[in-house]
């Protein structure tokens, strides 16, 4: 947080990346900005280790994933049905779960799986302030 300038351009490039536009509506990250002390977060899934959202998913393993080689949990929109229950058992605030604006089927991030590179939020962080770490650096 502390190397966080809040110029938003992780979510705007995580919009573009899975969206193909550009919306802080469609980011898979929240960056959070305190007007009166200008402190800046980004809040992203924790991809947790027992995670609530996957457990309150009527159609887990179809709808809200667990990649098996990497244990990324991800969200298959073509099996979700909007319900939200992902969203409301996230036990964090803001939710790292949301309800797609346009679409209505629950998005997350998900490491930008499946790209090479990985998330591509860290990649374009011009400050350094994000970057992947495991359970164990997470303390």
Same mark, same amino acid.
């Given at each position: 947080?502390?190397?966080?300038?809040?110029?938003?351009?992780?979510?705007?490039?995580?919009?573009?990346?899975?969206?193909?536009?550009?919306?802080?509506?469609?980011?898979?990250?929240?960056?959070?900005?305190?007007?009166?002390?200008?402190?800046?977060?980004?809040?992203?899934?924790?991809?947790?280790?027992? *995670?609530? +959202?996957?457990?309150? $998913?009527?159609?887990?393993? #179809?709808?809200?994933?667990?990649?098996? !080689?990497? =244990?990324?949990?991800?969200?298959?929109?073509?099996?979700?049905?909007?319900?939200?229950?992902?969203?409301?058992?996230?036990?964090?605030?803001?939710?790292?779960?949301?309800?797609?604006?346009?679409?209505?089927?629950?998005?997350?991030?998900?490491?930008?799986?499946?790209?090479?590179?990985? *998330?591509? +939020?860290?990649?374009? $962080?011009?400050?350094?302030? #994000?970057?992947?770490?495991?359970?164990? !650096?997470? =303390?």
């Amino acid at each position: 947080p502390d190397a966080c300038a809040g110029c938003g351009v992780c979510g705007l490039m995580c919009s573009l990346y899975h969206e193909g536009e550009v919306g802080p509506s469609l980011s898979r990250t929240v960056l959070i900005r305190d007007a009166f002390s200008a402190e800046y977060s980004v809040k992203v899934c924790q991809q947790c280790q027992s *995670p609530s +959202c996957y457990l309150a $998913c009527p159609y887990k393993d #179809l709808a809200l994933c667990i990649d098996e !080689e990497t =244990g990324v949990k991800y969200i298959n929109a073509e099996n979700c049905d909007g319900c939200g229950k992902c969203v409301r058992a996230c036990p964090f605030t803001p939710s790292n779960v949301r309800l797609h604006p346009v679409d209505n089927v629950a998005f997350k991030c998900d490491l930008c799986r499946g790209r090479p590179e990985g *998330p591509i +939020c860290v990649e374009y $962080c011009s400050m350094g302030a #994000l970057r992947v770490v495991s359970g164990a !650096e997470r =303390g």
